[in-house]
């Protein structure tokens, strides 16, 4: 299998910005020989989001796709179902507050009254119950081929990103074949792969046919949230945690980590992946990409 050295990063749909001036900034700092060094460090904003005239949550993002964020959020909680109309998205830039508008009220009330904490970093908030309309979900038995896995993970880690950039941040592509196409970056993996669900809902494309690649852990938020949005593969160069593996088991999903070089890990739907590639004609990470690699794990 030959994986070009020269990658053309125009064919996604959205790509990310690293140069973007508001996303990050230096800073001066003193290495560990005591040598002035100069440091791209992330920034990070608050983003009050209201549903209607309901404050729902004030989350710590990057401060890109705020109309995304908050629309993925609110479906990916529940609040917010295919079937609402949304009339109008107002976000104000001064206040950093987006409110979705709908055209008739949601019954959110209830799903305030419970929250739980995820284990993702810059720790998320699910509303109500986790597991609720999992019972309802019905993901298609959509075939991976494990060279389709291969390219998306030799131009996913070499794509410019602000991750490369200043690291301190997450990565989530949405992906179909072995094209990767709307890739987001934020300082938690729950905010990145709810900007995707935000761009799934907006622009009412199907994902029965896609794959979600990740850069953080399998958490059980993870596995939950990319069912929901009816997206049958997930796959990340990160690990797992039990419950997210033993839900992607219960919901049918194909849970792919640990997709280094030449290397990945099949933990539910082992039976839907088609191994039509030799790993051993798959390059290895280069050290830079192997030590990037290890450090998301660790996040």
């Keep these: 299998m030959q994986l070009s050295s020269s990658t053309d990063f125009t064919d996604y749909l959205i790509a990310p910005n690293p140069t973007q001036p508001d996303l990050a900034r230096v800073v001066d700092g003193v290495d560990h020989t005591g040598q002035t060094v100069r440091l791209s460090v992330i920034e990070e904003r608050p983003l009050t989001i209201y549903l209607n005239s309901q404050e729902i949550v004030t989350a710590m993002t990057i401060g890109d796709y705020p109309k995304y964020l908050a629309l993925g959020f609110l479906r990916n909680q529940g609040m917010l179902l295919d079937t609402d109309v949304v009339t109008r998205i107002d976000f104000d830039d001064e206040l950093d507050t987006v409110v979705v508008r709908t055209a008739q009220e949601t019954s959110h009330e209830e799903k305030l009254k419970?929250?739980?904490?995820?284990?993702?970093?810059?720790?998320?908030?699910?509303?109500?119950?986790?597991?609720?309309?999992?019972?309802?979900?019905?993901?298609?038995?959509?075939p991976v081929l494990t060279s389709d896995l291969y390219a998306l993970a030799h131009k996913i880690n070499r794509t410019p990103s602000l991750y490369l950039e200043t690291g301190a941040i997450h990565g989530t592509v949405l992906c179909q074949g072995n094209r990767p196409l709307v890739y987001m970056e934020d300082v938690g993996r729950h905010n990145a792969v709810d900007k995707i669900s935000g761009w799934l809902f907006d622009t009412k494309t199907e994902a029965s046919d896609k794959i979600l690649y990740t850069t953080g852990r399998l958490t059980s938020e993870m596995v939950i949230k990319t069912a929901l949005m009816g997206i049958p593969v997930l796959a990340s160069r990160s690990g797992f945690t039990a419950w997210g593996v033993e839900i992607?088991?219960?919901?049918?999903?194909?849970?792919?980590?640990?997709?280094?070089?030449?290397?990945?890990?099949c933990l539910s739907g082992n039976d839907r992946v088609t191994r039509d590639v030799d790993p051993s004609s798959v390059p290895e990470d280069d050290k830079k990409h192997r030590r990037k690699s290890a450090s998301v794990d660790d996040a």
């Design 114 to 142: 419970k929250k739980t904490r995820t284990s993702g970093c810059a720790v998320g908030t699910v509303f109500g119950d986790m597991m609720e309309g999992l019972e309802a979900v019905t993901l298609p038995n959509t």
């Design 248 to 265: 992607a088991q219960q919901v049918g999903l194909t849970l792919i980590g640990r997709m280094r070089g030449q290397r990945f890990v």
